[in-house]
């Protein structure tokens, strides 16, 4: 048997190194986005009942709002909702600066959002999914929260504040 040699273009050769290192190069950015820079996608954290969410006494969502769970460190229950109209509850929370908050937000009728303005929170909130995420605020100021899906008639009063205070 004779060795044969297939035949590639310079050109076609040269184009497939090409997208070759383009594959490594993206490979690494992602790499170094997830892994060096934290930027992930928030996860589902758990599955709820949407119709018991926010009644159920063993829910947490029936009873939503901040929870501190050590010095600086709090767990924050948001409940979405467009029944009966267009809220979120709490609407308000207050904090001091340098708090980290970890949000666990569900929704217990239709699909909504839930952006915080100036961080990287913006997710959506999926009826029978709670969505998570953890922000650590160092400014003081007020950090507004809206809705970012629309949800029914209501979806442009939908929305909230967070207070960090000094
Ligand atoms: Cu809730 Cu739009």
Redesign the pocket.
């Known amino acids: 048997m004779s060795t044969q040699k297939m035949h590639i273009d310079s050109y076609e050769r040269n184009w497939m190194l090409v997208s070759a290192i383009l594959l490594v190069l993206f490979a690494t950015a992602v790499s170094v986005a997830a892994f060096g820079l934290g930027i992930q996608v928030p996860a589902p954290e758990q599955r709820v009942d949407p119709r018991t969410v926010a009644t159920d006494p063993n829910s947490p969502w029936s009873n939503p709002g901040l929870r501190e769970i050590a010095p600086g460190k709090y767990d924050a229950y948001v409940l979405?909702r467009?029944v009966p109209n267009?809220e979120y509850l709490p609407k308000e929370m207050s904090i001091p600066a340098g708090s980290s908050v970890s949000f666990y937000v569900t929704s217990s009728d239709v699909q909504?959002?839930f952006k915080i303005q100036n961080t990287n929170a913006n997710f959506m909130v999926i009826p029978g999914q709670v969505s998570k995420l953890t922000i650590k605020f160092d400014e003081p100021g007020t950090y507004n929260f809206i809705?970012t899906?629309?949800?029914g008639s209501g979806?442009g009063v939908?929305y909230g504040a967070i207070t960090v205070t000094p």
């Open positions: 979405a467009a267009w909504h959002g809705c899906e629309y949800c979806h939908m």
